[in-house]
């Protein structure tokens, strides 16, 4: 299971998080799937939009689902959005953009793939299922 190398994500440390509960562990990367992408849409409008306000909020509440996941450069890059909308600086942020939608990709084929993997081999301990 050691084929993998994860970039973007450390998924030993939502399990860390969970108690090494692998059933809950894929619960919540399964929510977090389903919840990231509408999140990640509604901050993308606001960013394009000039919403600091939109863009604050929905960049913290973001930050705050992908750094349960281990997600720290994405996580870092959200912290930074939001501190330029609270401070007034929105225009610096519409150029990173770019950079966002990919590394939030990036992030969702690796929790995808956490999943696949933490679900393949019950017989494996959970470390050395998600272990890069």
Avoid: W
Avoid at 72 to 86: G, N, T
Avoid at 90 to 99: F, K
């Amino acid at each position: 299971m050691r084929s993998h190398q994860y970039q973007f994500i450390d998924p030993l440390f939502l399990m860390q998080i969970v108690a090494d509960d692998l059933d809950l562990f894929c619960e919540l990367s399964t929510i977090f799937i389903n919840t990231a992408p509408p999140m990640f849409d509604r901050l993308s409008r606001a960013i394009v939009k000039d919403d600091s306000k939109a863009t604050r909020f929905e960049s913290h509440a973001l930050k705050g689902s992908t750094s349960l996941v281990g997600a720290s450069q994405l996580s870092a890059m959200l912290e930074e959005v939001e501190r330029q909308s609270r401070l007034g600086e929105q225009a610096l942020i519409g150029p990173c953009l770019p950079e966002l939608t990919r590394l939030f990709d990036a992030v969702m084929q690796e929790i995808q793939a956490s999943i696949i993997r933490c679900s393949g081999d019950a017989e494996q301990s959970i470390s050395s299922q998600l272990e890069p």
